[in-house]
């Protein structure tokens, strides 16, 4: 049974329709790669999936209807999001902002700061004061600490320098290799999706056109619904 | 000059020591009855300062708590100095003047009434929050006005100031001494609720509910926790006012108290720790240095209140230490 089931999944911003039917399914431990060319509904999808929208059709996390749940049950569930533009607590610290979310489970105050070292180094320093490239690894570090099953990762190296992107990637190898935790991908490198991920999901204006593994994703297919 | 936020703290516990003493030694009761006053004013803020300042809602409300306190304990003083029965459904009792089962019930009450509002007023937010703790403050207002049985708009006086064992709660000096210890204790449980989970949750609340949801916290039990803590905390504050007065009056649950805590809280800094202190003695200093020369000290209150929104956001706390206040 797939970790999280998505089938035909339909969302509303108000009056006009975003997700006109999207299909994906990740398994435990599975990287998958929600690709699309801008305003095509990946961002609307991840808030559908954790409830910050309401939405119709089959949602389900190991097996149970997450319809049922407000956002923060969701969370606790085992569904941990890195929003785009990474938002975190900018008044509290960074300890803080990690202590804040903690769940019981492997991943720690430790532990993150094992996996971002520059974390540890910045413990005590506000959020706000952050770089762009910390601001994200304490992002991710904040959705891992509450000990997830399912990561979502949502333009997670977006206007960052070439190199904190790949510590980035670095860390979501390591998450891969390292952890069991099943980890949902948005991104704009084709590149690094490619050689991280499991399987790739292709949205077109809301609705799902390609799913497979990664490595039968065709150059013809990218280029046509990606654009690259 | 940067002060640091923990000298700030010592300094104005010292201060507070130090001035009743100093009037202690000049025999000058009414000083003593001032920072008393200044004192539980601070406690109240400090019960406000949970929600307003780490959960950042504006409750327009909070003298509900303060009134329900002050009624608290001049109900069941009045029964017990009286030797009439006070009925509570199938629960009867002579009251007590026994001041720690008095905080007790005022805190008790307070909170059941805070979890009351809170769970319809919580629904809200923004302006709606404001007009329905308001509006909570107005209905039990009107309603103590209209209570007849315990003084209405006149409302009760108690003879003698309850009993605490081991002092004399009429010696000006040794019922400071109590509001002090109650406020350093409310402060010490204060400092220990900000660094805490639960503080740290509350405050992620304030800055995005959306955000805190998706990492897995509950704004709506969350925000009730501390409006509920926040109400028993005013709600002791208010039994202590009572009796500093030995007179409770509707004018405890008014708007204008519930506006006044709010003030205090913005001059001394929203969502620290010694801002509703540090609020409380100016006030009660403006209020009785400004309130002898003139009864329009309030347009002066104004002009500090305008400069401390316009130039100092973070207070007076933030001023000394040159950090901002919470964003509420």
Redesign the interface.
């Given at each position: 049974m797939s970790l999280l089931q998505v089938q035909n999944l339909c969302a509303h911003y108000g009056s006009s329709q975003a997700l006109f039917g999207v299909d994906l399914a990740l398994s435990e431990g599975e990287v998958t790669a929600l690709m699309g060319r801008n305003g095509m509904g990946k961002s609307t999808t991840v808030k559908a999936i954790?409830r910050?929208i309401p939405s119709t059709g089959t949602l389900t996390l190991n097996g149970q209807d997450l319809h049922a749940w407000?956002?923060?049950k969701v969370?606790?569930a085992g569904v941990?999001?890195v929003?785009e533009g990474r938002?975190c607590?900018?008044?509290?610290t960074v300890t803080?902002?990690l202590?804040?979310?903690?769940?019981p489970g492997d991943w720690t105050l430790k532990t993150v700061s094992a996996l971002f070292p520059r974390l540890g180094e910045r413990a005590g320093q506000r959020a706000a004061s952050l770089s762009g490239g910390e601001q994200q690894m304490l992002a991710i570090g904040?959705?891992l600490?509450?000990n997830p099953r399912l990561l979502i990762l949502d333009e997670a190296t977006e206007g960052l320098a070439p190199l904190i992107r790949q510590e980035i990637w670095a860390a979501v190898r390591r998450l891969k290799t390292d952890t069991g935790v099943a980890i949902l991908l948005i991104d704009k490198s084709l590149k690094e999706l490619s050689s991280v991920s499991d399987h790739a999901v292709i949205l077109e204006r809301g609705k799902t056109v390609w799913s497979g593994p990664m490595d039968t994703l065709t150059r013809e297919t990218s280029e046509r619904f990606v654009g690259v | 000059m940067r002060v640091n936020e923990h000298a700030i703290t010592a300094a104005v516990i010292l201060g507070l020591i130090a001035l009743p003493v100093w009037a202690l030694i000049m025999d000058e009761p009414f000083t003593i009855t001032l920072v008393t006053r200044a004192v539980i004013l601070a406690l109240a803020a400090v019960g406000l300062n949970i929600v307003l300042g780490i959960g950042g809602l504006v409750s327009f409300g909070h003298a509900v708590f303060f009134g329900i306190g002050g009624y608290a304990m001049g109900i069941l003083a009045y029964h017990a100095q009286t030797y009439t029965t006070l009925e509570l459904g199938m629960l009867s009792t002579g009251g007590t003047k026994f001041m720690p089962v008095i905080w007790l019930v005022a805190m008790v009450v307070s909170a059941f009434v805070a979890g009351c509002i809170g769970l319809l007023s919580l629904r809200t937010s923004g302006v709606y929050f404001i007009m329905i703790t308001l509006a909570f403050g107005q209905m039990f207002y009107y309603f103590a006005i209209s209570w007849a049985q315990y003084g209405g708009e006149d409302g009760l006086s108690i003879y003698i100031r309850n009993d605490f064992p081991g002092l004399n709660t009429l010696v000006p000096i040794q019922f400071f001494a109590i509001c002090l210890a109650l406020l350093c204790l409310v402060l010490f449980l204060m400092a220990r609720l900000q660094?805490s989970?639960f503080g740290?949750?509350l405050?992620?609340t304030r800055?995005?509910a959306?955000?805190?949801?998706?990492?897995?916290?509950?704004?709506m039990r969350l925000r009730l926790l501390a409006f509920v803590l926040s109400g028993a905390v005013t709600g002791l504050a208010g039994a202590l006012f009572a009796d500093l007065n030995r007179f409770v009056s509707p004018t405890m649950f008014s708007w204008q108290l519930s506006g006044e805590l709010i003030v205090l809280i913005i001059i001394g800094g929203v969502g620290r720790l010694m801002g509703p202190v540090i609020g409380a003695c100016v006030f009660v200093t403006l209020e009785h240095v400004l309130g002898g020369l003139t009864e329009f000290w309030h347009i002066y209150l104004g002009v500090i209140l305008l400069c401390i929104v316009l130039f100092a956001r973070g207070g007076i706390v933030g001023l000394l230490t040159g950090k901002e206040g919470?964003?509420v």
């Open positions: 954790c910050m407000p956002s923060h969370a606790r941990g999001l929003p938002r607590f900018a008044d509290l803080e902002n202590i804040a979310a903690a769940r904040r959705a600490m509450t | 660094s989970v740290l949750a405050n992620a800055q995005s959306i955000r805190a949801e998706t990492v897995g916290l509950n704004p919470a964003h």
